[in-house]
């Protein structure tokens, strides 16, 4: 206990050591940091015991809750609207059929498996200008990510840059403090 009571920055007013024998239940040793984070003397203080439940809420309370709070009844109702996932589908299926409404389309557990597969009908032609897409965007680079061209150009402009900056910070500062010559 001596070595506990060390830890903490002395208060004239209190035997840390004889306190931390003394502590009862819901009682500490407090110690807070002051403005710029120095500690303050330890303080012998009594703590409040925690205000919750281990465990579920009743029924009763949970109706409680829900009718205080402000955006009671607001979702209460369950709503089951179509998801994009299903407009797809049914767009794939038929691109000639106009969109259904909501209240028309089939649930999820009711679109067939073909629709939830993924498209094989590729044909060569088009997977060789995909290969060359790819190609380009790895060379050149898209909108949002640098190609390999341009980032060996930057890379080459730096290491240039930094050569030649390197250089002339020599020579003016060789010039004006007088560096050594050989």
């Known amino acids: 206990?001596?070595?506990?009571?060390?830890?903490?920055?002395?208060?004239p007013k209190l035997d840390v050591a004889k306190v931390i024998?003394?502590?009862?239940?819901?009682?500490?040793?407090?110690?807070?940091l002051q403005d710029k984070g120095v500690p303050m003397p330890v303080e012998r203080t009594t703590i409040c015991p925690p205000r919750c439940r281990m465990g579920a809420i009743t029924a009763e309370e949970r109706a409680a809750v829900r009718s205080r709070s402000p955006i009671s009844g607001k979702y209460d109702t369950r709503v089951n609207r179509e998801s994009a996932y299903e407009i797809l589908s049914k767009r794939?299926?038929?691109?000639?059929?106009?969109?259904?409404?909501?209240?028309?389309?089939?649930?999820?557990?009711?679109a067939p498996a073909q629709d939830r597969a993924?498209?094989?009908?590729?044909?060569?032609?088009?997977?060789?200008?995909?290969?060359?897409?790819?190609?380009?965007?790895?060379?050149w680079g898209t909108k949002r990510r640098q190609g390999m061209v341009e980032a060996m150009a930057k890379q080459a402009a730096?290491?240039?840059?930094?050569q030649i900056g390197r250089q002339i910070l020599r020579g003016v500062l060789g010039g004006i403090l007088g560096g050594s010559r050989r």
Do not use: Y
């Open 158 to 162: 730096r290491t240039v840059g930094s």
């Open 1 to 11: 206990m001596r070595t506990a009571a060390e830890t903490f920055v002395a208060n």
């Open 92 to 110: 794939s299926v038929s691109a000639d059929a106009p969109v259904a409404r909501p209240s028309e389309a089939p649930s999820r557990d009711q």
């Open 118 to 139: 993924p498209r094989q009908d590729q044909t060569p032609t088009k997977e060789k200008s995909d290969l060359g897409s790819q190609v380009s965007d790895i060379l």
């Open 21 to 32: 024998a003394e502590l009862g239940v819901g009682e500490a040793l407090v110690s807070m």
